[in-house]
């Protein structure tokens, strides 16, 4: 197996939809959107096993001071294999000049993958969010 890396918004529906359904995420149900957001992103790194989309991230910034990552996914038959950190790691190189690279974890669990990555949790901070859905 060879993973390459890619920074590209080029990818179809039909990858899109299998990589965010592999991990059950909610957004794979809207494949059409999430491309488009996708496209509409700042920054966005693909892992690769040959043709085969496995994994991804994202970002959006300003182009100075702030930048968050969203999406960090990698399919399960890949975890385990440092995939997410690579990709988590190419994104914190393109975002080493900004004075704020920030992440918003869904799920408490990943909190240490984070950590062990460089972030810090926000004692005084909280995530929020509203979610609209159709």
């Known amino acids: 197996m060879n993973i390459t890396y890619k920074e590209t918004k080029e990818f179809t529906k039909q990858e899109i939809e299998d990589l965010f359904l ?3 995420w909610y957004s794979g149900r809207y494949p059409e ?3 488009k957001a996708l496209k509409n992103s700042s920054k966005v790194i693909s892992a690769w096993d ?3 989309m496995i994994g991804l991230i994202r ?3 300003d182009g100075e001071m702030v930048a968050f990552a969203h ?3 990698v399919d399960p038959v890949y975890q385990g294999q440092g995939i997410a950190g690579t990709l988590l790691s190419m994104l914190k190189e393109k975002y080493k000049d900004f004075l704020y690279f920030n992440i ?3 799920e408490k669990k ?4 984070y950590q062990k990555h460089g972030f810090l949790v926000l004692e005084e901070g909280t995530a929020m969010q509203i979610r609209n859905s159709n």
């Open 50 to 52: 040959g043709d085969k």
């Open 33 to 35: 959107r999430v491309v």
């Open 104 to 106: 918003m974890p869904d």
């Open 59 to 61: 970002a959006f910034d």
């Open 71 to 73: 999406y960090l996914l």
């Open 22 to 24: 592999s991990v059950n």
């Open 110 to 113: 990943n909190v240490a993958f």
